[in-house]
């Protein structure tokens, strides 16, 4: 869109545009309209690093290619409101195209522009129109209604065919007209005028680092990097905006530990075992209702586990465990209002900018490279579970394979923070993804041990409700399905594992990292 | 996968062109990626769009495979509905199908790679029986015969099973739909032969186009007459048209 897309004044009136294209083409107005457009994406801005916007106008809710300008998808919406979720949205090509990029993130509106277009055709001696063209003086629509000024563009559309046509008025436009072409589309200067990054905020760490850095430097990069998501992940999931929020909180925490624990000789050992504390604490905080989160919005899923008759009557154990989520909820949100939490991230903050300052004595890894500490760290680690998933087959207890998990997601931060910017792809890539596919599986018996345990807990409450006794039993069925899964899970193993901990790949390990 | 229309007859001036401009604009008004092909040497689809009748290569290069058809395709002033202009060459075309072994099957060929690119194709065929034609009922879905009350006898009605018999011989699977045109409502004598003939046949559509003037100031507007009359009479009538047709087709 940028590229045909300039930059315009005052000035830039149709006659003007008209005489400064010269012979052969003219240019006639077809119409002035003002319109109200609001503009949507998610939190971490995933449709515009799709390529894509989401504007709302005259009722009408369309998904468009940014370069192009090309509607891809549109629908009817007559008011979708602040926040909306494309899967709430009618089933049609729409919310399949928005839910391919979103998933279950919600979709905020971040600008509302108002705009007074004026559109005109560029017509040639036939009278035929060979380019559209638009003269835009938009702005932006704040909360209460107040109007700032964006700067007004004209915008190009081509029609097909008519390709040298439009090179000649864009040449028109530049050279005759000395209009610049557009630095930024017009979504991306009305986001950052209504005080939002375009790009959106992302919870993606990659931290760039040298291997000769040293470690304390290294870990406290990225440490700070993760408080960042924490902090920017806050607001959000008090909010409850959307799942994603409380989701990448929690990750952000979890790996934060995994490096606390994994680099631990880079820190002072005491502070370093309040702060452990501490964050462990976070952790337990955000738990429940994470894992409520997953239930209320993979119920659908699980449903389909039941015979269809059935699945009607589990609309009751639904409600359950929605009225637990917002209690969870609630305890939740009151637990990360506390001074705890606002202080606990502040020290931590003030504690990785001192980090490389602090005497050395008792943290030896300290000063040490940082490729050599991590790598050394993910060759233990591998060496660790490529250990206990020998000893672990079918008949072995459940905790085995949760343990394996933990150190699993233990290498796996381990890889992605360091691993990923200090060793070659070619050996850290397919590692990640043997780890992910074994991971998979141990996740899945993990959740279903989970959710069997926490089902067959719920028995009390579901049997005192209105159609409580079906529910029990379509539970019941549930249950036993979800024991055949973990079933399942387990048989899978063995051939995941394979792949992890093959001889080669081993060998491949020892080489890089050990 | 494009649904494919031609409209069709033996004879001219019985409002095929003007069925194909005023059908595919209303396609394209529905939000139909709508593509109109003119293969008609005389131009006048191309003509009514304000295009210019010029394919570069010719049809022969463009039947040979030999033109990347996407790049020949001009946007008309409607969103949404684009063009396929006629070349003078195409007076030729019978000619350049004759040349291969599978002549009739070519004209789909040439719409193949556009197949995904849009929700409908219209073909404005010539008044003619010849290979052209054969093409097109290789290439169509649907067959779209205008009949004028005025002539209708039973000669017309021959015309008309003489399409379907074509049609037959073809791939199979192709409807043919007939529909009046040009019809005087204030002739008695039109309305019996309608209803007489809808009666009999099922193949014969509800939807009557009225012989009026907005069909003949197409020619000094250039354009769809939903655009510069949509509150006449026939811009209704093509209306009712396009939504028997895409209920037929569509089911």
């Not at chain 1, 933990?406 to 890889?415: A, D, F, Q, S």
């Not at chain 2, 021959?158 to 073809?170: I, P």
């Amino acid at each position: 869109m940028t590229g045909c897309e300039f930059l315009s004044t005052d000035a830039t009136t149709p006659s003007v545009v008209g005489e400064a294209l010269g012979d052969g083409l003219q240019v006639t107005d077809t119409g002035l309209r003002d319109s109200d457009r609001t503009y949507y994406d998610t939190f971490d801005g995933l449709l515009r690093g799709a390529g894509l916007l989401a504007a709302h106008e005259d009722g009408e809710l369309a998904l468009v290619d940014r370069d192009s300008g090309d509607v891809r998808q549109h629908a009817r919406i007559a008011t979708p409101g602040q926040r909306l979720f494309p899967r709430d949205l009618e089933p049609g090509p729409l919310r399949d195209a928005l839910l391919d990029v979103v998933e279950e993130r919600a979709l905020l509106a971040l600008a509302r522009v108002h705009a007074r277009r004026r559109a005109l055709s560029v017509l040639d001696d036939e009278r035929k129109t060979v380019v559209r063209m638009t003269l835009e003086e938009p702005a932006l629509v704040d909360s209460a209604g107040r109007l700032s000024i964006l700067r007004p563009r004209v915008r190009l559309a081509a029609v097909r065919g008519y390709d040298d046509e439009l090179g000649n008025v864009k040449s028109a436009l530049t050279r005759e007209l000395g209009l610049a072409a557009a630095d930024q589309p017009l979504v991306d200067e009305a986001v950052s005028a209504a005080g939002h990054d375009p790009a959106g905020i992302s919870s993606k760490i990659s931290v760039p680092l040298q291997f000769d850095e040293r470690s304390d430097v290294a870990a406290a990069k990225v440490l700070k990097r993760l408080l960042d998501v924490i902090e920017a992940n806050t607001d959000g999931t008090i909010a409850d905006i959307d799942s994603e929020f409380l989701h990448d909180y929690r990750v952000s925490v979890r790996r934060s530990r995994s490096v606390q624990r994994e680099l631990k000789k880079v820190f002072p050992p005491e502070p370093l075992a309040e702060f452990r504390a501490e964050f462990r604490w976070l952790q337990q905080i955000t738990g429940d209702a994470r894992d409520l989160d997953v239930y209320v919005l993979e119920f659908d899923a699980m449903r389909e586990l039941v015979p269809e008759a059935m699945r009607a009557d589990l609309d009751p154990l639904l409600e359950v465990l929605r009225g637990r989520r917002l209690a969870a909820r609630r305890q939740m949100v009151s637990d990360l209002r506390s001074q705890r939490v606002t202080s606990l991230l502040d020290r931590w903050a003030r504690f990785l900018d001192r980090l490389p300052s602090l005497d050395e004595g008792d943290r030896p890894d300290a000063p040490r490279p940082v490729g050599e500490v991590a790598g050394g760290r993910i060759h233990k680690v591998y060496r660790r579970m490529v250990k206990m998933g020998s000893a672990i087959d079918e008949s072995s207890p459940a905790e085995d394979y949760h343990e394996l998990r933990k150190r699993g997601k233990e290498l796996r931060y381990l890889l992605e923070l360091f691993g990923a910017p200090l060793y070659p792809d070619d050996v850290v890539k397919p590692m990640i993804k043997a780890l992910k596919a074994l991971q998979d599986v141990l996740g899945r018996h993990q959740d279903r041990e989970v959710q069997i345990a926490t089902l067959s807990s719920l028995r009390d409450e579901l049997a005192s409700v209105r159609g409580g006794t079906a529910a029990l039993m379509a539970t019941g069925a549930l249950v036993s399905r979800l024991k055949e899964d973990e079933q399942a899970a387990r048989e899978e193993f063995a051939a995941r594992f394979a792949v992890f901990a093959g001889k080669d790949q081993r060998k491949l390990v020892k080489a890089t990292f050990g | 996968m494009s649904r494919v229309l031609a409209t069709y007859n033996i004879k001219g001036g019985v409002g095929k062109t003007s069925a194909a401009v005023n059908l595919s604009y209303l396609a394209s008004r529905e939000r139909l990626r709508t593509l109109l092909w003119d293969l008609d040497p005389q131009g006048g689809s191309t003509y009514l769009f304000r295009v210019k009748p010029k394919v570069r290569g010719g049809g022969d290069k463009l039947v040979r495979l030999k033109s990347d058809v996407e790049k020949l395709i001009k946007g008309t002033d409607h969103q949404g509905l684009d063009l396929l202009p006629a070349d003078f060459s195409y007076r030729h075309m019978d000619l350049a199908l004759d040349r291969f072994k599978k002549p009739t099957r070519r004209l789909a060929r040439v719409l193949k790679p556009l197949e995904d690119e849009y929700d409908w194709v219209f073909l404005d065929c010539p008044p003619s029986i010849s290979l052209v034609s054969e093409s097109v009922f290789e290439a169509a879905d649907v067959v779209l015969v205008p009949i004028v009350p005025a002539t209708l006898s039973s000669r017309t009605i021959e015309q008309l099973d003489a399409v379907v018999a074509d049609v037959r011989k073809g791939k199979g699977g192709v409807q043919v739909l007939a529909f009046f045109s040009m019809v005087d409502r204030r002739k008695k004598l039109h309305h019996e032969v309608m209803e007489r003939l809808r009666a009999e046949r099922h193949d014969v559509l509800e939807a009557a186009i009225p012989a009026s003037a907005e069909v003949e100031r197409m020619g000094v507007k250039r354009d769809a007459i939903g655009v510069f009359a949509p509150r006449g009479r026939a811009a209704p009538a093509y209306e009712a048209l396009w939504a028997e047709v895409r209920q037929r087709v569509e089911g």
